[in-house]
Each structure stands twice: as structure tokens, then as C-alpha cells.
């Protein structure tokens, strides 16, 4: 039972995750980039003839699969889903399309309910990311000529109606699902019982993980090359605004975002976008045409350009200067931590004592060093799954011994910083045991119950909804019961 869930769940999610990635653009200060996908759009040809026996109309649909509410689901729709599942390196050998059209048929039913119990989407947020993707395309491929080329698509205008019809759906599907579980919780006593039911020979088995603690001291610039950064920035500010100059030149000749200099400085934003807060609070402080004072975050001193507003959207350019640190402040900086290694060795302090008192890193200082895994916010890191460049530096530290101090590059472009490493617990690979695992088995629970709880909402609104299966797919065995009799 416990595995064949499982492996229904699983299919869910990865086509689930397939749409949200397929659709949705980076929000953070990234440089990394995404090959483009193919898009799940192609209009619905219907031919309408007159019944010469009746006054009502036959309506011819071309292509059709399936009918969901107001929702119309193509061949092509199911064959499109498939080829961007494949260029997206996923495995399809177990995904057949009778379960393509079922995960689709799902997505517009969520959508279709939605629309009836009023939740909404606005235009603006379905154009904000629209916008976001048309942005990341063009960054991508090298202009809207080429994005239209690539896509086939006659002109721009064309592809926003196509991309809103896409978003819109998404996004309503998306709210539904999250409004179906957001309430849902687990009780400890479900916990339990879920654990006790899967078969012995049928637990999950956790791969080998480790839990990692850290102290970092980062070499801080001096007040001479803050101010000499701040001055520059200022310079700058000046020449644009009394002598109208290019912000955008100047962010391509002077800015260290790599995520941003080779575009001027630009980026287009709204409050949801994963910017540091700072460099959000003062975008959105701003108005049309305004420069910032120079301002600092943790990548270093900013200045930000308004360019435009479009409602709770900016699009902004930034110059962003990081003050130089001296050879001195980082050898100051691993020299502090080589003496604070011998401490903890002599035992003058515990590495915990250590990183509460020394760390210059704030989210993991106050809980003993311990990093957090990115993934799911848990201590453990499991091995298969591990940063390579983490486990490296890892990988052969004994059983309470502290690392020498590891330099350690900002892929953001902000300043080097030392740490020293220790692994505080060490878990093999094992099934899963109920005090050990209980944080895994929790989640595990609560995803069986969520999955249990959209189930029985499937089932319900299907037999509310408007639904018509092609001939051809009446005989697929759905997970949900769409064929009605």
C-alpha cells in the first residue's frame, strides 16, 4: 500500500514540478541559466454545423482528448507535455500518456474549481510573471526576435496571450491545490500509526547522511574603502543626474553583479521576487526616474535606478560595488580561526560555545554552527544528495575532529570568507526507525495525508464538473474516475 502510493505520488509531483519549472523563471540574483522549453500551447480548431433536425448545434472539436469544466485538453497538449518532460532530462519510461492526460485533466479541474469558489488571479500577477518569462528568454536566446523565432511565434503580442493563458491557469491550479491542504496538520498519534502499518519489509530506506556545523569569519573592508565605494557610487549618482549620463552604461562599466552587468544593471522585480530584503525595501521606496543613496547589503554598496512602475511591478537597474578587502584582513581572518581551532582542541570552549561567540554567520551561530540542508531545511545532509563542493570538504574529517580553516569563494561575487568544519552526527544508510527518523516519517505521513485529502476532493467535484473523455481514452486506467458512466 505504502509503496504504491508512493509511486503514484511520485508521478504527480513530477509532472507537477514539470509545470512549475517549465513555466516559471529563476527570482533570485542569479547568472546561472536554463535551457528554454517548449510551451504546452495550441489553439482549439472547432467547426460548428447546424443540426437540420433540431435548433441546438453539433460542435466539432479537432484533436480533442478530454473536456474539463471550460477547459479544453489537446492530443497535442499530452505529446507537448511529453517532449518537455524529455528535454528536461526526466525519465519518462514509467510516465505513459494515459497518466499525462489524467495529470492534465487534474490541473484544469483545480483550475475550473477555483474560478467557482471565486479564487482569484489577478492580471496584474499573471502578466508580472509573463514578463519574467519573456525577460529570462530574451537574456537567454539574445533578443525577442530570436525568442519569437525559436517559439514559432508570429508576433509578441501572440506569445503574451499565449504565455497569460498558460500562467492563468497554472496559477489558479496552484491556489486550489494549496487551499485543498495549507490547513491540514498531523497529529503525533498519526505519525505513529502511519509508521505502524507499512510493512517491515516495505519501510523507506534513508541513505547515508551527516549533520555539519560551521564557524565562519568573514574579512570585513576597511572604513577607508567603504567610503572610497560610497564615494564612487555617489560620483555616479551625480553624473547621471546633473549631467545625463547613462545609468545603464555605467552599471555595464562599473557594477560587480554578475547577474546583472552585461544588462546594464537591469532586473525587473515585484515584493514576492527572492531579492535581499534591503535591496527590495528601497527598490519599492523609489519613484519613476529616481536614483538611491548608496546603500548596503550583504553583497556589498548598491545604488538602484527607477526605470518603470507597472503596478506592483519594477523594472530597475542597480550598480552594485563591493568594497576591496586586504590580503591582511584575510589572513587576519584565518588566523583568528586557527586559534580558535586550538581552543576547542585544548577544550578551553565547545565548537557550539565557539560558533555562538565568534561566528559571523547569523543563521547558523545561534544553533551551535549546524547548517541547515537548502532542500528541506532539516540537519541532515544525505550524502547522494550533498553540494559536492560541501561533501569535499567534509568527506575524510573523523569523528569529532574540527577542519583546518577551508577559504571559501562567494558564487555571488561578494567576499571570500574562512570556516572551519565539524561533523557532529554520522547516520548510515538504514530503514526507517521511528525515534531516529520521526521528522522524515512526519513528513511522510503528512504527504500521504494531503495526497488522501486531494483524492477524496477529486472524487467529489468530479462527479460536480462537466466532463467528456475522447472514445479513444475511455479505456485508460485513470487514477480518478473520469469516465463516468
Not at 34 to 48: D, F, G, S, Y
Not at 156 to 173: C, D, G
Not at 183 to 194: A, G, L, M, N, S
Amino acid at each position: 500500500m505504502f509503496q504504491k502510493n508512493k509511486l503514484v505520488l511520485l508521478l504527480v509531483l513530477c509532472v507537477f514540478s514539470y509545470t512549475i519549472n517549465a513555466q516559471e523563471t529563476p527570482q533570485e540574483i542569479p547568472d546561472t541559466q536554463v535551457e528554454p522549453q517548449e510551451l504546452i500551447v495550441e489553439e482549439t480548431k472547432i467547426v460548428e454545423e447546424k443540426d437540420s433536425v433540431s435548433n441546438f448545434k453539433k460542435v466539432k472539436l479537432d484533436g480533442i482528448s478530454a473536456v474539463v469544466g471550460d477547459y479544453v485538453i489537446l492530443e497535442s497538449d499530452i505529446e507537448k507535455t511529453l517532449i518537455d518532460l524529455k528535454s528536461q532530462g526526466a525519465s519518462t519510461e514509467d510516465i505513459t500518456r494515459c497518466s499525462l492526460l489524467g495529470k492534465l485533466m487534474e490541473d484544469r479541474l483545480y483550475a475550473h474549481q477555483a474560478v467557482q469558489d471565486s479564487i482569484l488571479v489577478s492580471d496584474d500577477e499573471v502578466n508580472a510573471t509573463g514578463d519574467r518569462q519573456l525577460q529570462s528568454l530574451v537574456q537567454q536566446i539574445g533578443s525577442m526576435e530570436k525568442v519569437l523565432k525559436y517559439y514559432k511565434k508570429e508576433s509578441e503580442v501572440a506569445f503574451r496571450e499565449e504565455l497569460y493563458k498558460i500562467n492563468k491557469l497554472r496559477m489558479l491550479s496552484e491556489k486550489m491545490q494549496n487551499s485543498i491542504v495549507s490547513e491540514i496538520e498531523i497529529t503525533p498519534e498519526e505519525v505513529r500509526q502511519f509508521y505502524n502499518k507499512i510493512p517491515k519489509d516495505e519501510r523507506p530506506v534513508f541513505g547515508a547522511e551527516m549533520e555539519i556545523a560551521q564557524i565562519v569569519k568573514s574579512p570585513k573592508p576597511s572604513q577607508k574603502e567603504i567610503q572610497k565605494v560610497i564615494d564612487k557610487l555617489n560620483g555616479i549618482k551625480a553624473d547621471v543626474d546633473d549631467n545625463d549620463a547613462s545609468f545603464s552604461v555605467k552599471a555595464i562599466l562599473y557594477s560587480q553583479d554578475p547577474g546583472s552587468k552585461s544588462k546594464g544593471g537591469f532586473y525587473s522585480i515585484t515584493k514576492e521576487t527572492g531579492f535581499d530584503k534591503t535591496f527590495k525595501d528601497v527598490a519599492f521606496s523609489l519613484q519613476e526616474g529616481e536614483i538611491s543613496e548608496p546603500f548596503e547589503t550583504q553583497f556589498g554598496y548598491h545604488i538602484i535606478f527607477i526605470e518603470k512602475i507597472r503596478g506592483q511591478e519594477l523594472d530597475l537597474r542597480h550598480i552594485l560595488i563591493q568594497p576591496e578587502i586586504s590580503d591582511d584582513a584575510i589572513a587576519e581572518a584565518k588566523k583568528e580561526l586557527d586559534s580558535i581551532r586550538a581552543k576547542i582542541n585544548k577544550g578551553d570552549f565547545t565548537f557550539a560555545q565557539a560558533a555562538l561567540n565568534f561566528s559571523d554567520e547569523k543563521e547558523t551561530k545561534f544553533d551551535g554552527g549546524l547548517l541547515r540542508n537548502p532542500t528541506n531545511f532539516d540537519s541532515r545532509f544525505e550524502l547522494t544528495k550533498m553540494d559536492p563542493s560541501l561533501y569535499n570538504q567534509v568527506r575524510n574529517l573523523k569523528d569529532n575532529e574540527i577542519s583546518h580553516p577551508v577559504i571559501e569563494e562567494d558564487p555571488r561575487g561578494g567576499p571570500p570568507k574562512y570556516k572551519l568544519l565539524k561533523v557532529t552526527n554520522r547516520y548510515d544508510e538504514h530503514v526507517a526507525d521511528f525515534a531516529k527518523d520521526y521528522i522524515k516519517i512526519q513528513k511522510l505521513a503528512l504527504t500521504e495525508k494531503q495526497f488522501g485529502e486531494i483524492k477524496e476532493w477529486m472524487a467529489e467535484h468530479i462527479k460536480d464538473t462537466y466532463i467528456s473523455v475522447n472514445d479513444s481514452k475511455k479505456d485508460c486506467d485513470f487514477s480518478n474516475k473520469w469516465v463516468k458512466e
